[in-house]
């Protein structure tokens, strides 16, 4: 089954341990990104990938860090969490066509992070 | 990067048609015009998507201007599930998405 694997679903921690969220796609997809999504603030983007070993910033990128050394998957790491980084949290993932794109984004389940 | 804007809330009758609007007003040539829903706080879902020809697909129809710079997406008969928030969304690299038009459907 296609899909976005997000783990964990659930996450409690405290303020200052690093802590990582995995996410991984079966789809051979060449593009990846994080939300963030807060109440009343829609989805907002962290970062995104468009292919290994190519990442840019979104919207939101202050604290977050993100790797993307093989094609499936793509990590958002927070070294230093902190209570304002608590929040819903997407990956999504694409086929990136340069010739102007026609293919849907597929999130995964989110992963909520509550930072104490 | 062709950004877009939505009313914040819509309401519509069961059964009905609901019409979405979204302003795109700086869509590029080949930029797609791209609409997601989000029930509750799951992942969103696609719904459609087109460049410059209307579409429709079993969820959903979407028309789009003949200047590209606004369209409608277009649930033919609403029912109470798809009470969602709506995301028009114009394909760039950086796929941003904004706040969303809350749709409530009512009985």
């Known amino acids: 089954e296609a899909q976005v694997t997000q783990n964990p679903r659930y996450l409690i921690t405290v303020t200052g341990k690093k802590l990582t969220v995995t996410c991984s796609q079966n789809m051979n997809h060449e593009y990846m990104s994080w939300y963030r999504q807060d109440p009343g603030l829609g989805l907002r983007q962290i970062y995104y990938s468009m292919n290994v070993e190519a990442t840019d910033k979104g919207d939101v990128p202050e604290g977050y860090k993100v790797s993307r050394k093989e094609k499936r998957n793509f990590p958002l790491i927070l070294e230093s969490p902190s209570p304002n980084q608590t929040s819903l949290y997407f990956c999504?993932?694409?086929?990136?066509?340069?010739?102007?794109?026609?293919?849907?984004?597929?999130f995964g389940n989110g992963t909520r992070l509550t930072v104490t | 990067d062709a950004k877009t804007t939505q009313p914040p809330s819509m309401d519509c009758a069961e059964g009905r048609a609901a019409n979405l609007p979204c302003n795109h007003s700086?869509?590029?040539?080949?930029?797609?015009v791209y609409w997601y829903r989000q029930i509750h706080s799951q992942g969103p879902q696609y719904i459609i998507h087109?460049?410059?020809n209307n579409e429709t697909n079993e969820m959903a129809s979407l028309i789009i201007t003949e200047d590209r710079k606004s369209s409608t997406l277009i649930l033919p008969h609403a029912t109470l599930r798809d009470t969602a928030v709506y995301y028009c969304?114009?394909?760039?690299?950086?796929?941003?998405f904004g706040a969303g038009t809350r749709l409530t459907v009512k009985p």
């Open positions: 087109g460049l410059k």
């Open positions: 969304i114009v394909r760039v690299i950086d796929m941003r």
């Open positions: 700086t869509i590029s040539g080949n930029e797609y």
């Open positions: 999504a993932s694409s086929s990136f066509l340069w010739q102007g794109g026609n293919s849907p984004l597929h």
